[in-house]
């Protein structure tokens, strides 16, 4: 019996959002939990939302952005759709795997940050996937805000460098070229999960 009222309380949890779309902070769990997810149709333009992410790893990914000021549960959802359409099993010209759509040239340097080994088999590992795909955007952020850009462009330029990479996001903001197309759609489809909350929510 206590489980069961464990159980209703934590969905009375999950589902409560305020007007703006922002998560009503709780003690027993920051975040909401999502029976499907947004990806654009790229044919027509509208957006399907029929997309699952099983409860557990929304779970894990929760977990993952609790302290982190930056990335949030939703813009990690956004970089997957943008990049996967959610597909765990994505492989793009044998260089950019799974969900998060992880580049191969960062594979050692994530096996160092992570202590977990990173290859062409463990990289599509889901929990793998999730977890160097953070640990990738948290790199970039470290990376830019070391060299001293301002709070308030730090996440957008991290953002960037995810899509594009680190030096070449680089080289373009020296050239005073800080406009990126990926940022833009992966930024613009955080944008629509967080105003359309109550639409993708678990109910």
């Known amino acids: ?88 099993q994505h492989i793009v010209a044998n260089k950019y795997y799974g969900l998060m759509q992880i580049d191969k040239s960062y594979f050692r340097s994530l096996a160092d940050r992570t202590g977990m080994e990173i290859n062409e088999k463990t990289i599509l590992y889901t929990y793998t996937n999730v977890r160097c795909g953070y640990e990738l955007l948290n790199l970039c952020i470290e990376y830019f805000r070391e060299r001293g850009y301002a709070e308030d462009e730090l996440l957008y330029i991290a953002v960037s460098a995810y899509g594009r990479g680190i030096g070449y996001t680089e080289e373009c903001l020296k050239n005073n070229e800080s406009k990126c197309l990926y940022a ?7 944008d629509y999960i967080m105003n359309y909350q109550e639409a993708f929510v678990m109910k």
């Open 1 to 88: 019996m206590k489980n069961k009222v464990n159980k209703i309380v934590e969905a009375v949890i999950a589902i409560t959002v305020i007007a703006s779309g922002m998560v009503v902070k709780s003690n027993a769990d920051s975040y909401v939990y999502y029976n499907c997810l947004p990806t654009e149709c790229v044919d027509d333009g509208k957006v399907d939302y029929s997309h699952n992410i099983d409860i557990d790893l929304q779970r894990y990914i929760n977990n993952l952005c609790r302290n982190n000021k930056y990335i949030s549960p939703e813009l990690l959802y956004a970089i997957m759709s943008y990049e996967s359409g959610y597909d765990k």
């Open 184 to 190: 833009d759609n992966v930024i613009a489809m955080y």
